[in-house]
Protein backbone atom coordinates (compact mmCIF):
# COMPACT_ATOMS: atom_id res chain seq x y z
CA UNK A 1 0.00 0.00 0.00
CA UNK A 2 1.27 3.47 -0.90
CA UNK A 3 2.05 5.94 1.57
CA UNK A 4 -1.18 8.11 0.63
CA UNK A 5 -3.18 4.96 0.17
CA UNK A 6 -1.83 4.01 3.81
CA UNK A 7 -3.32 8.04 5.40
CA UNK A 8 -6.48 7.81 2.75
CA UNK A 9 -7.28 4.44 4.65
CA UNK A 10 -6.63 6.27 8.05
CA UNK A 11 -8.63 8.84 7.77
CA UNK A 12 -11.43 7.04 6.44
CA UNK A 13 -11.28 4.88 9.38
CA UNK A 14 -10.80 8.13 12.11
CA UNK A 15 -14.01 9.18 13.77
CA UNK A 16 -15.35 12.41 12.22
CA UNK A 17 -18.13 14.38 10.34
CA UNK A 18 -16.76 13.84 6.71
CA UNK A 19 -18.22 11.57 4.12
CA UNK A 20 -15.42 9.70 2.14
CA UNK A 21 -16.33 11.12 -1.51
CA UNK A 22 -15.62 14.79 0.47
CA UNK A 23 -12.65 13.65 2.06
CA UNK A 24 -11.33 12.30 -1.10
CA UNK A 25 -12.33 15.20 -2.71
CA UNK A 26 -10.71 17.61 -0.31
CA UNK A 27 -7.45 15.30 -0.90
CA UNK A 28 -7.42 15.70 -4.46
CA UNK A 29 -7.83 19.37 -5.04
CA UNK A 30 -5.45 20.06 -2.27
CA UNK A 31 -2.58 17.60 -3.45
CA UNK A 32 -3.38 19.34 -7.22
CA UNK A 33 -2.32 22.40 -5.70
CA UNK A 34 0.57 21.22 -3.62
CA UNK A 35 1.75 19.34 -6.57
CA UNK A 36 1.92 22.71 -8.15
CA UNK A 37 2.74 25.00 -5.39
CA UNK A 38 4.98 22.69 -3.11
CA UNK A 39 5.85 23.77 0.18
CA UNK A 40 3.28 25.97 0.98
CA UNK A 41 1.57 27.08 4.19
CA UNK A 42 -1.94 25.46 4.48
CA UNK A 43 -4.55 25.77 7.25
CA UNK A 44 -7.64 24.35 8.32
CA UNK A 45 -10.13 25.87 11.05
CA UNK A 46 -12.02 22.85 12.65
CA UNK A 47 -10.02 19.77 13.70
CA UNK A 48 -12.02 17.77 15.82
CA UNK A 49 -10.44 14.27 16.21
CA UNK A 50 -7.80 14.72 13.12
CA UNK A 51 -10.18 12.91 10.29
CA UNK A 52 -9.99 15.91 7.30
CA UNK A 53 -6.28 16.29 8.89
CA UNK A 54 -5.25 13.03 7.42
CA UNK A 55 -7.15 13.99 3.92
CA UNK A 56 -5.13 17.11 3.71
CA UNK A 57 -1.82 16.08 5.54
CA UNK A 58 -1.33 13.15 3.15
CA UNK A 59 -1.57 15.86 0.10
CA UNK A 60 0.66 17.86 2.01
CA UNK A 61 3.40 15.79 2.82
CA UNK A 62 3.31 14.75 -0.66
CA UNK A 63 3.91 18.36 -1.54
CA UNK A 64 6.10 19.21 1.22
CA UNK A 65 3.68 21.00 2.57
CA UNK A 66 2.66 22.45 6.04
CA UNK A 67 -0.84 22.18 7.55
CA UNK A 68 -1.97 24.00 10.24
CA UNK A 69 -4.56 22.30 11.87
CA UNK A 70 -6.87 25.13 14.42
CA UNK A 71 -9.42 24.06 17.12
CA UNK A 72 -9.96 25.48 20.56
CA UNK A 73 -11.04 21.26 20.93
CA UNK A 74 -14.01 22.29 22.89
CA UNK A 75 -16.64 20.83 20.64
CA UNK A 76 -19.21 23.18 18.21
CA UNK A 77 -22.31 24.09 19.57
CA UNK A 78 -24.08 21.01 18.05
CA UNK A 79 -21.30 18.63 20.05
CA UNK A 80 -22.58 19.90 23.61
CA UNK A 81 -24.10 17.82 25.76
CA UNK A 82 -28.31 17.18 24.77
CA UNK A 83 -27.14 18.47 21.17
CA UNK A 84 -27.30 16.09 17.99
CA UNK A 85 -23.45 15.66 17.50
CA UNK A 86 -22.74 14.98 21.60
CA UNK A 87 -19.91 12.04 22.30
CA UNK A 88 -19.79 11.16 25.62
CA UNK A 89 -16.38 9.41 25.39
CA UNK A 90 -15.03 12.91 24.45
CA UNK A 91 -15.56 14.19 28.14
CA UNK A 92 -12.74 15.29 29.77
CA UNK A 93 -13.24 14.10 33.45
CA UNK A 94 -10.95 16.49 34.89
CA UNK A 95 -13.34 19.02 34.41
CA UNK A 96 -16.27 17.70 32.71
CA UNK A 97 -15.41 19.71 29.98
CA UNK A 98 -15.73 17.95 25.67
CA UNK A 99 -11.84 17.36 24.71
CA UNK A 100 -11.21 16.50 21.66
CA UNK A 101 -7.23 17.41 21.64
CA UNK A 102 -6.05 13.74 22.76
CA UNK A 103 -7.98 12.22 20.29
CA UNK A 104 -6.03 14.34 17.28
CA UNK A 105 -2.76 14.10 18.84
CA UNK A 106 -3.31 9.93 18.81
CA UNK A 107 -4.70 11.02 15.50
CA UNK A 108 -1.56 12.72 13.93
CA UNK A 109 0.76 10.32 16.16
CA UNK A 110 -0.45 7.06 14.43
CA UNK A 111 -0.44 8.50 11.10
CA UNK A 112 3.15 9.76 11.66
CA UNK A 113 2.29 12.97 10.96
CA UNK A 114 3.82 14.89 13.26
CA UNK A 115 5.76 17.19 11.14
CA UNK A 116 3.50 17.90 8.21
CA UNK A 117 0.23 18.65 10.85
CA UNK A 118 0.83 21.14 13.17
CA UNK A 119 -2.17 21.96 15.76
CA UNK A 120 -2.80 25.31 16.70
CA UNK A 121 -4.97 25.26 19.79
CA UNK A 122 -7.47 28.60 20.61
CA UNK A 123 -10.27 30.13 19.69
CA UNK A 124 -10.11 30.94 15.66
CA UNK A 125 -10.32 35.21 16.09
CA UNK A 126 -7.40 35.36 18.38
CA UNK A 127 -5.20 32.85 16.56
CA UNK A 128 -6.29 35.32 13.06
CA UNK A 129 -4.93 38.28 14.55
CA UNK A 130 -1.44 37.01 15.38
CA UNK A 131 -0.71 34.97 11.99
CA UNK A 132 1.23 36.91 9.20
CA UNK A 133 1.88 33.98 7.41
CA UNK A 134 -0.15 34.04 3.95
CA UNK A 135 -1.69 31.06 3.45
CA UNK A 136 -2.04 28.40 -0.31
CA UNK A 137 -4.70 26.02 0.98
CA UNK A 138 -7.25 27.26 3.74
CA UNK A 139 -10.17 24.99 4.67
CA UNK A 140 -12.97 26.25 6.90
CA UNK A 141 -14.70 23.29 8.91
CA UNK A 142 -15.07 25.04 12.10
CA UNK A 143 -18.32 26.15 14.09
CA UNK A 144 -22.05 26.74 12.18
CA UNK A 145 -23.22 29.25 14.37
CA UNK A 146 -23.63 32.88 12.59
CA UNK A 147 -21.19 34.62 14.46
CA UNK A 148 -18.30 32.09 14.50
CA UNK A 149 -18.19 31.31 10.46
CA UNK A 150 -18.47 34.88 9.92
CA UNK A 151 -15.11 35.31 11.83
CA UNK A 152 -13.38 32.68 10.10
CA UNK A 153 -14.67 34.08 6.98
CA UNK A 154 -13.78 37.43 7.94
CA UNK A 155 -10.11 36.62 9.58
CA UNK A 156 -8.68 34.20 7.59
CA UNK A 157 -9.75 34.58 3.72
CA UNK A 158 -7.57 37.72 3.39
CA UNK A 159 -4.51 35.89 4.08
CA UNK A 160 -4.82 33.49 0.93
CA UNK A 161 -2.34 34.00 -1.67
CA UNK A 162 -3.45 35.17 -5.74
CA UNK A 163 -3.94 31.77 -6.99
CA UNK A 164 -4.55 29.82 -3.88
CA UNK A 165 -7.78 27.47 -2.54
CA UNK A 166 -10.51 28.50 -0.33
CA UNK A 167 -12.35 25.17 0.70
CA UNK A 168 -15.36 25.54 2.80
CA UNK A 169 -17.25 22.20 3.89
CA UNK A 170 -21.17 22.16 5.06
CA UNK A 171 -22.29 24.20 2.02
CA UNK A 172 -25.71 23.27 1.88
CA UNK A 173 -27.73 25.01 -0.85
CA UNK A 174 -30.88 23.67 0.58
CA UNK A 175 -32.00 24.89 4.05
CA UNK A 176 -33.86 21.63 5.14
CA UNK A 177 -30.05 20.27 4.62
CA UNK A 178 -28.36 21.85 6.86
CA UNK A 179 -27.35 25.15 9.16
CA UNK A 180 -27.26 28.36 6.58
CA UNK A 181 -23.74 30.07 7.78
CA UNK A 182 -21.54 27.80 5.88
CA UNK A 183 -23.43 28.39 2.52
CA UNK A 184 -23.61 31.95 3.43
CA UNK A 185 -19.98 32.56 3.48
CA UNK A 186 -19.57 30.66 0.40
CA UNK A 187 -22.15 32.96 -1.60
CA UNK A 188 -20.17 35.88 0.23
CA UNK A 189 -16.77 34.52 -1.51
CA UNK A 190 -18.27 34.62 -4.60
CA UNK A 191 -20.22 37.80 -4.26
CA UNK A 192 -17.00 39.22 -3.56
CA UNK A 193 -14.85 39.32 -6.73
CA UNK A 194 -11.71 37.81 -4.91
CA UNK A 195 -12.85 34.35 -5.60
CA UNK A 196 -13.66 31.72 -8.42
CA UNK A 197 -15.81 28.73 -8.01
CA UNK A 198 -13.37 25.21 -9.15
CA UNK A 199 -15.33 22.14 -7.87
CA UNK A 200 -17.72 20.76 -5.92
CA UNK A 201 -18.02 17.36 -3.52
CA UNK A 202 -20.92 16.65 -1.72
CA UNK A 203 -20.57 19.72 0.50
CA UNK A 204 -17.61 21.00 0.19
CA UNK A 205 -16.90 23.47 -2.24
CA UNK A 206 -13.31 24.26 -4.03
CA UNK A 207 -12.63 27.98 -4.51
CA UNK A 208 -9.73 29.22 -6.14
CA UNK A 209 -8.06 33.10 -5.17
CA UNK A 210 -8.24 35.30 -8.12
CA UNK A 211 -5.21 37.78 -9.13
CA UNK A 212 -5.95 41.00 -7.50
MG1 LIG B 1 -17.79 19.89 8.48
Not at 100 to 121: C, F, H, N, Y
Request: hydrophobic content about 40%; glycine content about 10%; charged content about 20%.
Amino acid sequence: MSRVDELLALAEATPGFMPRDEGLALYEHARAYGDRSPGGTWLEIGAWCGKSALYLGAAAQASASVLYSLDHHRGSEENQPGWEYFDASLVDPFDGRLNTLPSWQRTIARADLESTVIGLVGPSQVVARHFAQPLDVLFIDGGHGARVAWADYDEWTPKIVAGGRLMIHDVFVDPADGGRPPYEIYCAALDSGRFAPLAAQGSLRVLERCAS
